[in-house]
């Protein structure tokens, strides 16, 4: 099973900028599916994005138009940009392949990422 380790959270004021990394221990070639997580204190996990191995990207409606996925096959990367960030894009960011069960447990272990007003 390949490891996750997602990097590059922090402090961040309304409007800011981020780029989340996520490093696989082995290759994410063969993985179709690409995503990126978060879970808001008190929330449910819930899906940000998605890239497939060619690059084709999905998002969800609250972060369309400001966030960018990637992913770099070669480096075994997978990226999040995130521009004009809000404080409700506060908190832990995962990647993981896409879709998950609900009996997954090789989460890695986030990366926090707080939007102050």
């Known amino acids: 099973q390949v490891q996750l380790v997602e990097s590059g959270g922090g402090l961040v004021q309304a409007g800011g900028s981020l780029r989340l990394s996520c490093t696989a221990s082995?290759?994410?070639?063969?993985?179709?599916?690409m995503g990126w997580y978060r879970q808001a204190p008190g929330k449910q996990r819930e899906l940000v994005a998605t890239?497939?191995?060619?690059?084709?990207?999905n998002y969800a409606d609250s972060v369309k138009g400001r966030f960018t996925i990637s992913r770099d096959n070669a480096k075994n990367t997978v990226y999040l940009q995130m521009n004009s960030l809000k404080p409700e894009d506060t908190a832990v960011y995962y990647c993981?392949?896409?879709?998950?069960?609900?009996?997954?447990?090789?989460w890695g272990q986030g990366t926090q990422v707080t939007v102050s007003s």
């Open positions: 993981a392949p896409w879709p998950v069960s609900s009996s997954y447990r090789y």
């Open positions: 082995g290759s994410i070639f063969s993985i179709d599916y």
């Open positions: 890239v497939t191995r060619r690059g084709t990207t």
